[in-house]
Every structure is written in structure tokens, then in C-alpha cells.
Nanobody, 121 residues
Framework: QLQASGGGLVQAGVSLRLSCAVS?????????MGWFRQAPGKEREFVAR????????YYSDSVKGRFTISRDNAKRMVYLQMDSLKPEDTAVYFC???????????????WGQGTLVTVSS
């Protein structure tokens, strides 16, 4: 199970950190953890991913340089540090798990419930 938290209402330019707790089951060497977001009326889009064991990261162009994904293996936590937030970052953010690096949401097999981030201008 994945449990996302940390969303809220913030002003543009500030930072926010999302957390995702990974509970139950075994984390395999191929596991990839990621963050996606879905704005109202739009499709779910990839934000960032991290390989659980190697820590290798990959970001969408829209957040590269502003967002940082990380994980704490011992605590089984995944984080998304979001800096310099923009109104266009407003969305429900989901953490997810996959067995491969495909950024297509359909390739991810486990999803958290989502946490709302609203960025006001």
C-alpha cells in the first residue's frame, strides 16, 4: 500500500514536501517509485521517478530543476520536494510503484490515494 501526504494550499514561489509511505509486502530490486499528478480536467501526468535501490532519478521537463524525488529505504518512505512552486503545479499528486521505468501511468501497478496541492498566484 502507498499512502501519500503533505499536500496543501500555498502561494507561488514557496516550497512543499510530499511524503509517501510504503507499507506491506516486499520491495523488489526492480521496484521504481514515482510521483504523478492530475490537474482538473487533465490527464494524469508523470512528474518524477526513482529506482528504489540505486536511487537513480528521472524528471519531467516541467519540474526538472525545481522538484527533487528521494527515498529513505530504512523508513520505506518516498519524498517529493517541490521548490519554486507555480500555479500550474496545482494538481492532485499521486505516488505509485512500478516494476519498470516506463513513465506511462498505465505501466504502474500500485497507487496511493493522492494528495491535493494548490498553488495560488
Amino acid at each position: 500500500q502507498l499512502q501519500a501526504s503533505g499536500g496543501g494550499l500555498v502561494q507561488a514561489g514557496v516550497s512543499l514536501r510530499l511524503s509517501c509511505a510504503v507499507s506491506g509486502g516486499r520491495i523488489f530490486s526492480s521496484s521504481v517509485m514515482g510521483w504523478f499528478r492530475q490537474a482538473p480536467g487533465k490527464e494524469r501526468e508523470f512528474v518524477a521517478r526513482i529506482r528504489w535501490f540505486s536511487g537513480t532519478t528521472y524528471y519531467s521537463d516541467s519540474v526538472k530543476g525545481r522538484f527533487t524525488i528521494s527515498r529513505d529505504n530504512a523508513k520505506r518512505m518516498v519524498y517529493l520536494q517541490m521548490d519554486s512552486l507555480k500555479p500550474e503545479d496545482t494538481a492532485v499528486y499521486f505516488c505509485a510503484r512500478s516494476g519498470n521505468v516506463d513513465i506511462n501511468p498505465g505501466s504502474w501497478d500500485t497507487w496511493g490515494q493522492g494528495t491535493l496541492v494548490t498553488v495560488s498566484s
